[in-house]
Each structure stands twice: as structure tokens, then as C-alpha cells.
T-cell receptor
Framework: DSGVTQTPKHLITATGQRVTLRCSPR?????VYWYQQSLDQGLQFLIQ???????AKGNILERFSAQQFPDLHSELNLSSLELGDSALYFC???????????FGPGTRLTVL | GQSLEQPSEVTAVEGAIVQINCTYQ??????LSWYQQHDGGAPTFLSY??LDGLEETGRFSSFLSRSDSYGYLLLQELQMKDSASYFC??????????WGAGTKLIIKP
């Protein structure tokens, strides 16, 4: 158990819909990262927040947005969903050792 | 641009030794990390090399050569449970982790 929690574990929705994925980092970690992993693919970095502020942006689509709240939990919002958005979405957190990220169990999103 | 190269797939026999290579080209370099991911699971941290040389942790070792922009993960006494994907990742000058595409390790009995 990494200490990072993600909800929901599974999500099935239809094209055109909007969903929100939630992540709670490890206690004390200020950085939160979001990743997308499509079937048999590598990890695609989406976005990073540090203590409520956006720190870095990766290959995140304009239809996707995220935020980190004062209690440090984070949400990833995916809108106008397409079939190709079906993937595992991971949240990770890190503390002062930035080379080591702790990953949550992931949310498996299926868009039908 | 920034890139990390690692083989897409490696096959080895149970009990043997296998090496997974990673070459990188990034803007700045603080260190090289390795992560393991089992099918359907989350990536988990294995090791980190900031300096040249070999770091050993049990059956796993990780090596770094900064002058060659190269590192590898060495797995000894392979067990079936080691079947997984292995990712190398570079901590760049912005303290961002840049990820390789992953190497799928297949272990045969």
C-alpha cells in the first residue's frame, strides 16, 4: 500500500460525457502527478501540482483539467469523452525526494 | 527534445540473470530511477542512481554511467514473480521525471 488513494476504481461511461477522478496523496506529500496509461502502453505524464499550484504540464488535452485543493487532494476532470480516452489513470505523489513517486492503484476508465 | 530508449521486450529463463538497458537524452540530469509495474497494477519504485556506479538492493542492481548517458537494471536469480514491465525515468533539470516507454520482461520456466 503506497498510501495514495484513488477513487473510483472503475468507471464506465459514454462518449461525450464528463467524469471526475479523485486522488488523495500520501500524508505530507505536497506534489501530485496525473498519468494516463492506455492498454500495453507507457505512462503518459499529464500534469503536476505542488501545494495547490500547477507546476508542470505534459501531454494533457484541452478537454482535460485538474486542480489540487487546500487539503492537497486532487481531481482530474475529463470532458467530452472519446473512445480513445479509455485508459488507466494513475495519480502519484512525492515528497522531498522528487525522484521517488508513490502511485495510487489507478482508475480504470472505459468509454463506450 | 527529451528521450529515453529502452527495449520494448526482454525474455529470460527462471533462475537466470537479465539486464534491461536505458539510454537517455534529456535537458539536465539529476538521476535515473527504475520502476516496476505488474499487469494491472501500479508502478512501484525500485531504485535511484545519482552517481556513476552500481547500486545493489537484494536481487536487483542498478547501474549508471553519466558520461555515456546510460544505465541498466540487473535482475538476478529471476523468479516468475519478476514478470512485469520495467520503466526507467530521468529526473531532469526541472526536477521532472521523464519516463521511458517501458520494457516488458517475460520469464519462462
Amino acid at each position: 500500500d503506497s498510501g495514495v488513494t484513488q477513487t473510483p476504481k472503475h468507471l464506465i461511461t459514454a462518449t461525450g460525457q464528463r467524469v471526475t477522478l479523485r486522488c488523495s496523496p500520501r500524508s505530507g506529500d505536497l506534489s501530485v502527478y496525473w498519468y494516463q496509461q492506455s492498454l500495453d502502453q507507457g505512462l503518459q505524464f499529464l500534469i503536476q501540482y505542488y501545494n495547490g499550484e500547477e507546476r508542470a504540464k505534459g501531454n494533457i488535452l484541452e478537454r482535460f483539467s485538474a486542480q489540487q485543493f487546500p487539503d492537497l487532494h486532487s481531481e482530474l476532470n475529463l470532458s467530452s469523452l472519446e473512445l480513445g480516452d479509455s485508459a488507466l489513470y494513475f495519480c502519484a505523489s512525492s515528497g522531498t525526494t522528487r525522484n521517488e513517486q508513490f502511485f495510487g492503484p489507478g482508475t480504470r476508465l472505459t468509454v463506450l | 527534445g527529451q528521450s529515453l530508449e529502452q527495449p520494448s521486450e526482454v525474455t529470460a529463463v527462471e533462475g537466470a540473470i537479465v539486464q534491461i538497458n536505458c539510454t537517455y537524452q534529456t535537458s539536465g540530469f539529476y538521476g535515473l530511477s527504475w520502476y516496476q509495474q505488474h499487469d494491472g497494477g501500479a508502478p512501484t519504485f525500485l531504485s535511484y542512481n545519482a552517481l556513476d556506479g552500481l547500486e545493489e538492493t537484494g536481487r536487483f542492481s542498478s547501474f549508471l554511467s553519466r558520461s555515456d548517458s546510460y544505465g541498466y537494471l540487473l535482475l538476478q536469480e529471476l523468479q516468475m514473480k519478476d514478470s512485469a514491465s520495467y520503466f526507467c525515468a530521468v529526473l531532469d533539470s526541472n526536477y521532472q521525471l521523464i519516463w521511458g516507454a517501458g520494457t516488458k520482461l517475460i520469464i519462462k520456466p
